[in-house]
T-cell receptor, first 114, second 115 residues
Framework: DSGVTQTPKHLITATGQRVTLRCSPR?????VYWYQQSLDQGLQFLIQ???????AKGNILERFSAQQFPDLHSELNLSSLELGDSALYFC?????????????FGPGTRLTVL | AQSVAQPEDQVNVAEGNPLTVKCTYS??????LFWYVQYPNRGLQFLLK??????LVKGSYGFEAEFNKSQTSFHLKKPSALVSDSALYFC?????????????FGKGTRLHILP
């Protein structure tokens, strides 16, 4: 158990809908990262927050947004969902802002868009 | 463009034999290098990292990796494979001087240890 929790574990929704994925980092970790894992694209970095502020941005679509709250938990919002958004979404956390710090991954949220 | 390559989609090794999972990178400057493992239906787990110092890095579960600057490689190794090592392995690179701190993951190598 990495200490990172993600909810929900599974999510099934329809095209055009909006969903929110939630992540609680390990105790004491200030950075939260979001990743998308799909069979064709592999593991894609989406975005990082550090102590409430956006730190780095990866291949995140404009339909997606995220935030980190004062208690350091984070939410990833996915809107106008498309079939291609079906994937496993991981959250990870690390102690610092990151270059030397390993990341601890949550168990993921499996999103299925029908 | 900065990238990480794991040239083998799958590696098969007999139990008890040594294993190697390859990783090469193309980044500007000196990177920080990581290996992660993903077991079925689980998130990634950190195995080891190279930041500086000794080129041979030891990590969890008996794994080690060798940083080779001239060949821009960071291959993962284990002297004697176990069936329980069967999983998906990811190499990751964090380039130094990368202003926006992005980490780049390879596509993953599936390791099968045959009993």
């Amino acid at each position: 158990d990495s200490g990172v929790t993600q909810t929900p574990k599974h999510l099934i929704t329809a095209t055009g809908q909006r969903v929110t994925l939630r992540c609680s980092p390990r105790s004491g970790d200030l950075s939260v990262y979001w990743y998308q894992q799909s069979l064709d694209q592999g593991l894609q970095f989406l975005i990082q927050y550090y102590n409430g502020e956006e730190r780095a941005k990866g291949n995140i679509l404009e339909r997606f947004s995220a935030q980190q709250f004062p208690d350091l938990h984070s939410e990833l919002n996915l809107s106008s969902l498309e079939l291609g958004d079906s994937a496993l979404y991981f959250c990870a956390s690390s102690v610092g802002s990151g270059r030397v710090n390993e990341q601890f991954f949550g168990p993921g949220t499996r999103l299925t868009v029908l | 463009a900065q990238s990480v390559a794991q040239p083998e989609d799958q590696v098969n090794v007999a139990e008890g034999n040594p294993l190697t999972v390859k990783c090469t990178y193309s980044v500007s400057g000196n990177p920080y290098l990581f290996w992660y493992v993903q077991y079925p239906n689980r998130g990634l787990q950190f195995l080891l990292k190279y930041i500086t110092g000794d080129n041979l890095v030891k990590g969890s579960y008996g794994f080690e990796a060798e940083f080779n600057k001239s060949q821009t490689s960071f291959h993962l190794k284990k002297p004697s494979a176990l069936v329980s090592d069967s999983a998906l392995y990811f190499c990751a690179v964090r380039p130094l001087g990368n202003r926006d701190d992005k980490i780049i993951f390879g596509k993953g190598t599936r390791l099968h240890i045959l009993p």
